[in-house]
């Protein structure tokens, strides 16, 4: 890497388009989970809170092992792994609501109607069998 130096190199990795867009991806990143934990805090939780009874766990404990702050944590991960999952699949789906249908390649082979071997769709002879092939 000669005629580049540290800064050089450090200016060229940082301007590459993925480090961007993974800069990107963590900023917006960052504001989805504040909309995703108050959805989970203050709209789901609540609700189970009322069909289930106690929402807060941290209480708990087995002997002088307390367990309900982590089981809390697992209900909290799981209520929000549900709500990310469910979030990302209605995305998905408008997306390919939205999207046009995809167009076929054409086709780059052919098979020779003499061998049935596979061979390139603008030949006009089979490199298999010789054959003349019609176009």
């Given at each position: 890497m ?5 800064i050089?190199?450090f ?14 991806g ?5 504001a989805f989970s ?8 203050d ?7 009322l069909i289930g009874?106690?929402q ?6 087995i002997?002088p092992v307390?367990i309900?702050?982590?089981?809390n944590?697992?209900?909290?991960f799981l209520?929000?792994?549900?709500v ?8 998905n789906?408008?997306r390919d609501?939205?999207s046009?249908?995809k167009?076929?390649?054409a ?5 020779c109607?003499f061998c ?16 003349e092939?019609?176009?």
């Amino acid at each position: 890497m000669a005629g580049k130096g540290f800064i050089g190199e450090f200016k060229e990795f940082i301007s590459r388009g993925n480090v961007m867009d993974m800069a990107v991806g963590v900023i917006i990143g960052g504001a989805f989970s504040t909309i995703v934990n108050s959805l989970v805090e203050d709209v789901i939780t609540p609700l189970i809170g009322l069909i289930g009874g106690s929402q807060d766990f941290s209480s708990l404990k087995i002997g002088p092992v307390m367990i309900g702050n982590f089981i809390n944590a697992v209900v909290d991960f799981l209520i929000i792994a549900l709500v990310l999952f469910s979030v990302i699949k209605a995305f998905n789906k408008a997306r390919d609501l939205t999207s046009k249908p995809k167009e076929e390649a054409a086709p780059t082979t052919k098979i020779c109607p003499f061998c049935k071997s596979e061979i390139a769709v603008e030949a006009t002879r089979c490199p298999h069998c010789t054959s003349e092939l019609k176009k």
